[in-house]
């Protein structure tokens, strides 16, 4: 809706008891980088969740900003697809659960979506703060989930975490967590078998992942 223009001396005489409630709060003239306010805690923004603050939109909390996450293209959501089907039917149910692009607690000022990740089974009434596997299938997002999301999965002790580079057709395995990041990081290629630490005996096979379409079977 749009409103028509508003003389200084309207405005002025409309509106002077709500300006003068809000006066002696904000000046924004006086705000400097030292004075900006905080970023939004994940039990706030999870409050907010409740409320339905956020109902129709694709967000995220990472460190205390919320960020909008983009629409999938194709490869992305096929390769993301195929890695939570596999999981899904190779981890066996009463041991593990494998959920697809749900928030995750990760820590005090982030609630990441990974693409997948693998829990621990256990009953619970809050969302899970501990993971045993995070993957992240990152087409136009490498940057963020390499620099970004890389740091909040390690501080919140995420043993392994994987990074599904769609253009490079590779798999960025990192391990080793701690609270500055991840201290080891390996390139998987189409010959190697990706054999996660905290998933015995489950195997994917890298150049089993589909980077492209594929025919449909007869």
């Not at 956020?54 to 390769?79: A, W, Y």
Request: proline residues 7%; glycine residues 6%.
């Amino acid at each position: 809706m749009k409103f028509p223009p508003v003389s200084d001396g309207a405005a002025r005489a409309r509106a002077p008891r709500a300006n003068a409630m809000l006066e002696p709060m904000l000046d924004v003239t006086s705000l400097s980088p030292e004075r900006a306010a905080r970023g939004l805690r994940r039990r706030e923004y999870e409050r907010l969740i409740e409320l339905g603050a956020f109902d129709g939109e694709r967000i995220e909390l990472l460190r205390g900003v919320l960020v909008h996450m983009s629409p999938q293209k194709e490869p992305h959501s096929r390769i993301t697809g195929w890695i939570l089907e596999e999981m899904i039917l190779g981890l066996p149910r009463a041991r593990f659960e494998v959920r697809g692009q749900s928030s995750f607690a990760a820590t005090e000022d982030s609630m990441p979506e990974p693409d997948v990740a693998v829990f621990a089974r256990v009953a619970r009434r809050k969302l899970p703060r501990q993971a045993l596997l995070v993957v992240e299938v990152a087409d136009s997002s490498l940057r963020d989930d390499r620099w970004i999301k890389s740091a909040i999965y390690a501080e919140s002790g995420v043993p392994e975490y994987w990074i599904v580079n769609v253009r490079g057709r590779t798999v960025e395995v990192l391990t080793r967590p701690s609270a500055i990041g991840y201290r080891r990081t390996t390139i998987r290629t189409a010959s190697d078998v990706l054999r996660p630490n905290k998933l015995a005996g489950f195997e994917l096979v890298v150049s089993s992942i589909p980077w492209t379409a594929r025919p449909k079977r007869r």
